[in-house]
């Protein structure tokens, strides 16, 4: 008796290998998946998706559940990789773009642009930062180097270099009103054009540069320390945290914003289902062939079979 349940599993066994590797369940299978989308497509997104269950599915992830050497290692291989890359790259992000991409960064570069409240405190933090009170200083005294040099070229440049710390010391007492003065001038409207512009130019230097430059701008000894600084921070406990939680925040807003919608309204599933369909079943094939999904599988359709009443034949409806 114990031959024969295993020689008819190992039958079933068989016939599901069999039939997992044929192309007609492959059809059969995208069929039902692409149905399934097409059916998916009306519903609205609240009723098909658990925002709780994916709140959970973040807040129960653990730093431990994966190896934090490893995926440094998958992180600095792929900025290495991607640096190699750029290196034989000889366009520009703006070679890269087409004429309709083009034309509508030149038109956000190009629109009227009006500081924020916000935007002009920012501004004023900046200026009050230490390294623009040290540039404010060194730009005045090379200034007024310069125009001593010129009325006396000898005695000018000796008076200034001798004195240059008393210059500079004397510079700082003023350093508050010139870095007030600065601000009001950048955050003013009659000159924000002209801070405006300078971000412009920045940005279409940028897309003008050619990608292989981009490789070039960390040196050896900037990209160790990046990875150094890379392997911290995926063992870092407190930024892990930061991270859950931007993740949540994020998935609650996005949830938010799509859950009144249409699923085929967030995602194209009426057109583009077939398509859809056919790259699902290429991923699960791989895992439908495993061989613990094929026992479960068998062992599922065994029980199915055993615990299905037994067909009434026709005397068993004559005598009733």
Known sequence: MPK????RAGARERYWERR???KEFQRALTAVVRRELQLLSAEKVENVVDPQAVRRAIRGWTPDLVDRDAVADVVIEFNRR??????????SLVDLLDDLA?????????????MSRNAEEFVAKLMQQEFVRRL?????????VSFNQKVNPLFGAITMRVME????????????AVQRRATAFAVSEANQRILVDFGRSIIRQLLEEPLRHYASLISSGQRKRAEALVRRAVGNAKLDGLIRDVTVATWDD??????????????????????MAERIVELLMPALARPGVVE?????????????????GRGARGRG
């Open 102 to 114: 083009l034309a509508d960064v030149e038109g956000l570069l190009e629109a009227d642009v009006e």
């Open 4 to 7: 024969k349940t295993s020689g």
């Open 20 to 22: 997992l590797g044929s």
């Open 82 to 91: 991607l640096g190699e890359r750029l290196k034989q790259r000889r366009e």
């Open 254 to 275: 996005l949830y938010e914003s799509v859950r009144s919608k249409r699923v085929g309204e967030v995602a194209r599933l009426e057109k583009k289902a077939g398509w």
């Open 136 to 144: 404010f200083t060194d730009i005045i005294y090379t200034s007024i």
């Open 296 to 312: 479960f599988v068998e062992s599922e359709v065994a029980r199915a079979g055993k615990d299905a009443p037994p067909p009434r």
């Open 165 to 176: 710390e008393q210059i500079k010391s004397f510079i700082r007492l003023f350093m508050p």
